[in-house]
């Protein structure tokens, strides 16, 4: 509405302002109704909304800094601007040349005043909003300190400076206050089931690494932030990206430090390509299905529940390339020359045309095009009792192919799929798009090349 209110002003100015267009339009009312300004109402607020969500002012509205949503409003209406003057009014017969650019820094400067005002307005209101006695968000204190009483001044400096209330307090020891809950680290799931949980502030000084990554996974489980200090995350993830220079500094250790537009432009290519890809494929997968059908019996589609983004579960969708009952014993992994698999099922792996129903499932938002293949449950946990730092994959939506996919295939066992593992890991710890262009080009190529295990 914002963008659509700058138009309208823009036109109305540019009707007095702009020399010659009161001589073909009479009043302001022919010239609003006229084809090229209808036009621009119409097309012009999509175009920008999608600019919007591109630069990734939609991704955490509340969290960002004033110096950030500024500078975003300024950057996309320049953007904007520039584009509504090559399409719209290039074409206007100016006495002066210099009047051009005056008409563009004018409607720039009408487009990001009715903008930032309006992003100013609303982002204002929910901060306050989110202040308010009662409206605190609720977080547990997860800690492993030896003297968690300790804590407790800290803590409050985090509530003050992060408007949320700590309602619980879980540590290896007693913690004596008279005004916080304990509750023993082995009741976290019951907790969390019986109590509303907004987030997670976590204090693993005390444990090691390996329990540090066993005790994330049971965190991830709840799908809400993990906030810790940048020393603490530090050495759980190597890396620490934080600016805000006014708060008790708290990085969330549940999702990849991306730049707000990276992970808007990821979704969109997400949306975009897997559409795009489910529409021209659909009658490979009609044919792949009639012949499914005719040389087994059973169901065309096979569906599992796979463990996701911050271990959220949810169903993956392929082609059914084996025999119906295929795991009467419980989960097995496939293997060379497996019998359970059907002719057709060999030669939909060799291409992995077996994969086609989950561009479904990245339409939905299950999965990315590019990211760590989704494991099971029963499967995740045998893997993270040889490797607990498995469950850093969770920090990225699991992917159509991967780097994993890529350099290692398919895994037989569960050595196998911790050794794809570590080629995952480097995929999370150095997520790009540059990288998720390479690893789609080499499954692309492997896929020509019938190379699919």
């Known amino acids: 509405m914002s963008t659509l209110a700058g138009v309208m002003i823009f036109t109305i100015v540019r009707y007095y302002v702009v020399p010659g267009i009161t001589e073909h339009y009479p009043s302001l009312a022919d010239f609003i109704s006229a084809r090229g300004p209808l036009l621009s109402f119409a097309l012009f607020p999509p175009f920008m ?14 969290q960002k800094s004033r ?19 090559l399409v719209v009014l290039l074409n206007d017969i100016l006495p002066k040349r210099t009047w051009n650019y005056e008409v563009l820094l004018l409607f720039a400067g009408i487009l990001f005043a009715t903008v930032y005002i309006s992003r100013l307005s ?33 803590l409050k400096t985090v509530e003050r400076d992060y408007h949320f209330r700590i309602t619980a307090i879980c540590s290896t020891s007693v913690l004596n206050a008279t005004d916080r809950s304990c509750i023993s680290p082995d009741d976290l799931e019951t907790y969390a089931a019986a109590n509303r949980i907004d987030g997670v502030v976590l204090r693993p000084s005390g444990l090691d690494e390996e329990a540090t990554l066993k005790l994330l996974n049971r965190l991830f489980s709840f799908d809400v932030p993990v906030l810790t200090s940048p020393d603490d995350r530090a050495m759980i993830f ?30 969109f290519v997400d949306i975009l390509v897997s559409s795009i890809a489910l529409a021209i494929t659909s009658p490979v997968i009609l044919a792949l299905a009639m012949v499914i059908k005719r040389q087994s019996p059973g169901p065309v589609f096979y569906s599992q529940e796979r463990i996701g983004y911050r ?17 009467p014993s419980g989960p097995v992994l496939s293997r060379d020359n497996d019998p359970r698999i059907t002719p057709i099922g060999q030669f939909m792996r060799k291409y992995r045309l077996d994969e086609l129903p989950n561009l479904w499932n990245v339409l939905k938002g299950d ?18 009792d040889i490797a607990p730092h498995y469950t850093l994959l969770h920090l990225v939506r699991p992917g159509l192919t991967s ?51």
């Not at 909304?49 to 991704?59: E, F």
């Not at 110096?67 to 003057?85: D, M, P």
């Open 49 to 62: 909304l999608l600019l919007y969500y591109l630069t990734g002012y939609y991704v955490n509205v509340t």
């Open 67 to 85: 110096i950030k949503e500024f500078l975003r409003t300024v950057s996309a209406s320049a953007a904007g601007s520039i584009v509504y003057f």
């Open 122 to 154: 609303l982002t204002t209101y929910l901060r306050r909003s989110m202040r308010r006695p009662g409206s605190e968000k609720s977080y547990i204190l997860v800690t492993a300190s030896t003297h968690p009483a300790s804590d407790l001044e800290w």
């Open 238 to 267: 190597g890396h620490v990206r934080f600016d805000a220079i006014d708060v008790t500094p708290l990085v969330d250790i549940s999702k990849v430090d991306l730049p707000d537009n990276i992970v808007a432009i990821k979704r």
């Open 311 to 327: 271990r959220r579960p949810f169903h993956i969708y392929k082609l059914r390339s084996m025999i119906t009952e295929s795991e």
């Open 367 to 384: 999965m990315s095009l590019v990211g760590p293949r989704p494991e099971r449950e029963y499967f995740i946990r045998r893997i993270i």
């Open 403 to 453: 780097w994993g996919m890529v350099r290692y295939g398919y895994a037989s066992d569960v050595p196998s799929m911790v050794e794809r593992m570590r080629f995952d890991l480097l995929y999370v710890s150095n997520l790009s798009l540059s990288v998720d262009m390479r690893i789609m080009l080499h499954t692309i190529l492997t896929i020509c090349r019938g190379e699919g295990k």
